[in-house]
């Protein structure tokens, strides 16, 4: 079990963690003005690869938190860095994908394509406008010998009323037709963390990632090094932790039981 009042950084799941659907949780306002006075540093990281930064900032400031960009990192831009450091500048890529994973992709100057043609990269996140004929091009790319890349694998997104599928539920759909696996980036593979971990110039095992799922947030961490905290607002509720074979280090109802563990007032 860490020692939490030696944590010097935080790093937040933001979908389950800081909001549900469209639903702000409670004490986010609260456990980041605490961050602030305390000076301690945070990054925003989220497997979500659906919108630009400064949307998310824009969620921040309407529950009172004013964050900067730098402060956020995205499945969507941890994937155009990937996709810099192994292809070209102007390369053809198909991608499956909303804004805020097209826009990573140009801004990292890539072409980006809307036919199986040419491509040389797939690169899947979660689409609220998939059709089978996106599906089909990425597919018959794939097969014709693109690259298969995913921004993250999370299977589902909570909803304020239950899950739908999530980008997971996508690259499912893509192996079972091509038989072809992805390299994924997001969450629980190190790029994010390993980002999140730069930006935060403390020690690995100094930092408290935030997270409501096992298999993305909590276990990526616990290859890190960092320590780790369930928030049981999120995917995960006790009776799936009972189950499961991943044991973060702390367990938390909410975001106000984590402010008072980090106040000191509760441990
Ligand atoms: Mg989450």
Redesign the pocket.
Known sequence: MPDISRIKALIF?????LWRGQNPLPGVADIFRFLRQQSLPFVLATNNSTALPEKIQERMREMSVAVSLSEIVTSAQTTAIYLQQRFPAKTIIYSLGEIGLRAAILNAGFQLTDTANDAKAVVVGMDRALTWKKLTEAALAIQAGAVFISTNADTSFPLECGLAPGAGANLAALQATTGVAPINIGKPESYMFLQALKQLMVRAEEILVL???LET?ILGAQRCNMATGLVLT?VTNREMLDHSQCHPDLVFDDLPHVLRALSGSES
């Open positions: 799941d933001l979908d389950g963690v997270g409501d799922r947030d999120g």
